[in-house]
């Protein structure tokens, strides 16, 4: 599926973020349930590894203190959404059940 048919059905928000008309503010559930399968599992992964466990919660008290100021990046790949950049961001954003998080469509 293109992405333009994406934007067809209405999937995104046309709701600007910011001065960047770029990026527009979606729905996490959203995001998340048309996410590429291996995206899926490295955020669950990540979710789960220790190692990863104060990384997050400092990037969630940054959030939590002064919002998401990177959006997600996000392409289009095998007719899925693939998150290039910012899966920690999703991870937090699910952790605080924010329902719109700010992203950016590669092209």
């Known amino acids: 599926m293109k992405l ?11 709701v600007p973020k ?5 990026i527009i503010m979606h729905s996490l ?3 998340l349930n048309q996410l590429h399968p291996h995206d899926k599992k490295f955020i669950a992964k990540m979710e789960n590894e220790e190692s990863e ?10 959030i939590e203190q002064t919002g998401m100021k ?3 990046h ?10 290039p950049e910012g899966n ?9 059940g924010l329902h719109d998080v700010p992203i950016l469509i590669d092209t």
């Open 18 to 22: 910011s001065d960047n008309p770029d």
């Open 4 to 14: 333009s048919t994406l934007l067809e059905r209405d999937i995104w928000s046309s």
């Open 53 to 62: 466990q104060a990384y997050l919660n400092n990037l969630q008290n940054s």
């Open 70 to 72: 990177q959006p997600i």
């Open 88 to 96: 920690h961001r999703i991870i937090v954003a699910k952790r605080l």
């Open 74 to 83: 996000v392409e289009l790949w095998e007719g899925m959404f693939h998150i």
């Open 29 to 31: 559930d959203t995001l």
